[in-house]
């Protein structure tokens, strides 16, 4: 009987909750994004990769990172690559002891294929 309080007590301390979306291409922030598609270039697939991203809030008024999709692109092509294509994006939110907003973060993920454009 311990144990289920001990639970019921433990999920009421904590919440999350996540959304997810998928984006067909999306490029590098200091990329142009217009010319790379309309200039007819071929690309090589380099392979799947996962960028994330967070932000983290204390007392809920102290904030500090950046949970932005951008963000995230551009820590999955730090090792290479101009775009990803065939993207998913999955943004969480999740908080320790809600009611006061002690401490919680969001973070926001992105998972896709690594293409290299050629010239």
Known sequence: MKKVIFLLFFMLLTTACAST?????????QADPVSLLTSSRGFNEIGTVRGKACRFFLAGIIPWGDSTVTQAIDNALEGGG??????????????FVPIYNIFCFTCTEVEGVAIEFVD
């Open 82 to 95: 101009d775009a990803l294509i065939n993207v998913s994006v999955t943004s969480s939110l999740y908080g």
């Open 21 to 29: 979306g998928n984006l067909g291409v999306v490029t590098k922030s």
